[in-house]
């Protein structure tokens, strides 16, 4: 299983992005996908996650009312819709699932299956 990561970049606060997280050779709505961030010198922290038995959506506090998960399952892709950008999402963005179907909150540990990767920076 592999995903891939697209569409960071550098942006200036206040702008928006588009993550999107895409899986060649398999179908993402049999798995539970989640966007985890690492910033330079710190631990990896779970941003999102969209469950595939009911389509609930978790946001971690900091970036609740800003930023918004979804899925197309015609594109077989998930995306991370993230507006009011801030200096403090500055980070490398994964995206990540696992098989059984729901998320278990924001933890990161849950996910078998990561990409590579995508930056976003957010600087004047």
């Known amino acids: 299983v592999q995903l891939q990561a697209s569409g960071g970049g550098l942006v200036q606060p206040g702008g928006s992005l588009r993550l999107s997280c895409a899986a060649p050779g398999f179908t993402l709505d049999d798995y539970a996908i989640g966007w985890v961030r690492q910033a330079p010198g710190k631990e990896r922290e779970g941003v999102s996650c969209?469950?595939?038995?009911?389509?609930?959506?978790y946001y971690a506090d900091s970036v609740k009312d800003r930023f918004t998960i979804s899925r197309d399952n015609a594109k077989n892709t998930v995306y991370l819709q993230m507006d009011s950008l801030r200096p403090e999402d500055t980070a490398v963005y994964y995206c990540?699932?696992?098989?059984?179907?729901?998320?278990?909150?924001?933890?990161?540990?849950?996910?078998?299956?990561w990409g590579q990767g995508t930056q976003v920076t957010v600087s004047s």
């Open positions: 990540a699932a696992h098989g059984s179907g729901r998320c278990r909150g924001l933890f990161v540990s849950q996910y078998a299956y």
């Open positions: 969209i469950s595939y038995s009911d389509d609930s959506t």
